[in-house]
């Protein structure tokens, strides 16, 4: 160890004469040599403190217990291993132990909290960077930031290290302060896979405050969001965001509506209702005003065709009052109307008029905003764009399920402040 330190010491007093002894020198000269020469430093002196610490006295003891079968593990032999840090690629010798039972056991190595061959600030980086980048492109930053790895071994451990974990268990319950609101919003986008675009579902939570009238803008602090998402079944989805929301502390310590009060926001979509009735019940349920005027489009290019703008416009204007007044009987009598007129679009029309009658109660929105209650769903429609599709949406991109799964549970950490705590979290379980 002496030697490595002397070593550097001469290398760091010969950098110093050369770079001082030229005038012309460049700030950029020195920068480059020096973090050249740092980064060479680094990795040595790192290789050497801990190749000194690794064959310590107490790392190389007779035995050791067995942690398969509380058996005595004997001491085997000693073998080098590379381990990737942020120093470098480091290959330290270590000792190993043997068990009758067959296990191998290395006590310096359970004492590293490492990640396979990673430490964790360098599992941390790469998982950070691939929540971000396309695989391809984080290898490449990786690389930049002076962690080598191959853009495959990336995508691997970015699967391989989200197996059997919930963003659920990495946020911390918040409660809900006097006059303030939960919001439960769930949604669906699509992304590409090899057999096709499949539907991956959305979920967040947030709270805030009423309206102080029925013109002010609501909005939901981004702080106080947290997010799930995953391409999976309706069943996988109402557990994680039930879990999420428990987390949260919807409905803690055996709260019920009366003591709280909880707002679903979605589309018609049915999946979304029943989740809101099995897991929120007696919750406010509002379909998104949008989504429900984006219907009364609809109507109108059946009855009028596409191009006629000005008749769909007119129709839909008019509309649009009963609607937002939760005058739903008065929507589904004009649209039956225009049925009357088109025959031929029957089916189609009454489909829309099942869609106006099935949501009328979740259609009263001028009631809802003269309470102050959102009756926009943005803040789901916001998450899709963020927590999917700027990710997993890029070009050529086609995923499997797995690994889908596996970069939404990343980048819900993400998004949901919660890294930290996971990591802190890693590191109590590899020191018990």
Same mark, same amino acid.
């Given at each position: 160890?002496?030697?490595?330190?002397?070593?550097?010491?001469? *290398? #760091?007093?010969?950098?110093?004469?050369?770079?001082?002894?030229?005038?012309?020198?460049?700030?950029?000269?020195?920068?480059?040599? #020096?973090?050249?020469?740092?980064?060479?430093?680094?990795?040595?002196?790192? $290789?050497?403190?801990?190749? =000194?610490?690794?064959?310590?006295?107490?790392?190389?003891? +007779?035995?050791?217990?067995?942690?398969?079968?509380?058996?005595?593990?004997?001491?085997?032999?000693?073998?080098?291993?590379?381990?990737?840090?942020?120093?470098?690629?480091?290959?330290?010798?270590?000792? $190993?132990?043997?068990?009758?039972?067959?296990?191998?056991?290395?006590?310096?190595?359970?004492?590293?909290?490492?990640?396979?061959?990673?430490?964790? &600030?360098?599992?941390?980086?790469?998982?950070?960077?691939?929540?971000?980048?396309?695989?391809?492109?984080?290898?490449? =930053?990786?690389?930049?930031?002076?962690?080598?790895?191959?853009?495959?071994?990336?995508?691997?451990? %970015?699967?391989?290290?989200?197996?059997?974990?919930? !963003?659920?268990? @990495?946020?911390?319950?918040?409660?809900?302060?006097?006059?303030?609101?939960?919001? !439960?919003?769930?949604?669906?986008? @699509?992304?590409?896979?090899?057999?096709?675009?499949?539907?991956?579902?959305?979920?967040?939570?947030?709270?805030?405050?009423?309206?102080?009238?029925?013109?002010? !803008?609501?909005?939901?602090?981004?702080?106080?969001?947290?997010?799930?998402?995953?391409?999976?079944?309706?069943?996988?989805?109402?557990?994680?965001?039930?879990?999420?929301?428990?987390?949260?502390?919807?409905?803690?310590?055996? +709260?019920?509506?009366? /003591?709280?009060? #909880?707002? #679903?926001?979605?589309?018609?979509?049915?999946?979304?209702?029943?989740?809101?009735?099995?897991?929120?019940?007696?919750?406010?349920?509002?379909?998104? @005003?949008?989504?429900?005027?984006?219907?009364?489009?609809?109507?109108?290019?059946?009855?009028?065709?596409? /191009?006629?703008?000005?008749?769909?416009?007119?129709?839909?204007?008019?509309? *649009?009052?009963?609607?937002?007044?939760? *005058?739903?009987? +008065?929507?589904? &009598?004009?649209?039956?109307?225009? =049925?009357?007129?088109?025959?031929?679009?029957?089916? %189609?029309?009454?489909?829309?008029?099942?869609?106006?009658?099935?949501?009328?109660?979740?259609?009263?929105?001028?009631?809802?905003?003269?309470?102050?209650?959102?009756?926009?769903?943005?803040?789901?429609?916001?998450?899709?764009?963020?927590?999917?599709?700027?990710?997993?949406?890029?070009?050529?991109?086609?995923?499997?399920?797995?690994?889908?799964?596996?970069?939404?549970?990343?980048?819900?950490?993400?998004?949901?402040?919660?890294?930290?705590? @996971?990591?802190?979290?890693? /590191?109590?379980?590899?020191?018990?």
């Amino acid at each position: 160890m002496p030697s490595i330190v002397a070593k550097i010491t001469e *290398e #760091v007093q010969k950098i110093f004469e050369d770079l001082t002894g030229d005038a012309s020198v460049l700030i950029s000269d020195v920068e480059e040599q #020096v973090s050249a020469a740092i980064a060479s430093w680094g990795q040595r002196l790192s $290789e050497g403190i801990l190749s =000194e610490i690794a064959n310590a006295p107490d790392m190389a003891r +007779k035995s050791v217990v067995c942690r398969e079968c509380q058996g005595r593990s004997r001491r085997y032999r000693q073998r080098s291993r590379s381990f990737t840090t942020v120093c470098g690629v480091l290959r330290l010798p270590r000792w $190993e132990y043997k068990c009758q039972c067959g296990a191998i056991y290395v006590p310096w190595e359970a004492r590293q909290h490492l990640k396979g061959r990673y430490t964790q &600030a360098v599992a941390a980086a790469m998982m950070r960077v691939a929540a971000k980048l396309n695989y391809r492109a984080a290898a490449a =930053e990786l690389k930049h930031q002076g962690i080598e790895i191959s853009h495959t071994t990336l995508h691997q451990k %970015v699967q391989a290290w989200s197996v059997g974990e919930s !963003v659920s268990d @990495y946020v911390g319950k918040a409660s809900l302060d006097v006059g303030a609101r939960w919001y !439960v919003s769930c949604d669906g986008c @699509y992304t590409n896979s090899r057999v096709g675009w499949q539907e991956v579902k959305v979920g967040s939570i947030g709270k805030d405050y009423p309206h102080q009238n029925a013109t002010s !803008v609501m909005k939901i602090r981004p702080p106080r969001l947290r997010y799930v998402a995953s391409r999976g079944s309706v069943a996988d989805f109402r557990h994680q965001l039930a879990a999420l929301a428990t987390q949260t502390g919807i409905y803690q310590d055996e +709260k019920t509506i009366a /003591d709280e009060e #909880v707002v #679903v926001i979605g589309d018609g979509a049915v999946w979304i209702w029943n989740l809101a009735d099995e897991h929120f019940p007696g919750a406010t349920e509002i379909v998104d @005003y949008m989504h429900a005027k984006t219907h009364l489009y609809d109507v109108a290019k059946q009855a009028f065709g596409e /191009d006629d703008r000005d008749a769909i416009e007119t129709w839909v204007d008019i509309t *649009e009052t009963p609607l937002y007044n939760g *005058e739903t009987s +008065k929507v589904v &009598a004009r649209i039956r109307a225009l =049925e009357t007129q088109n025959p031929d679009m029957a089916d %189609v029309l009454k489909r829309e008029v099942g869609y106006f009658q099935k949501h009328a109660h979740r259609m009263q929105y001028r009631t809802f905003n003269e309470k102050g209650y959102q009756i926009g769903s943005g803040v789901i429609e916001s998450a899709c764009k963020h927590v999917v599709a700027e990710r997993c949406k890029l070009a050529g991109m086609r995923w499997s399920k797995p690994g889908i799964n596996a970069i939404l549970f990343w980048r819900c950490l993400l998004k949901n402040d919660s890294w930290d705590t @996971y990591w802190d979290t890693q /590191d109590r379980q590899n020191a018990a």
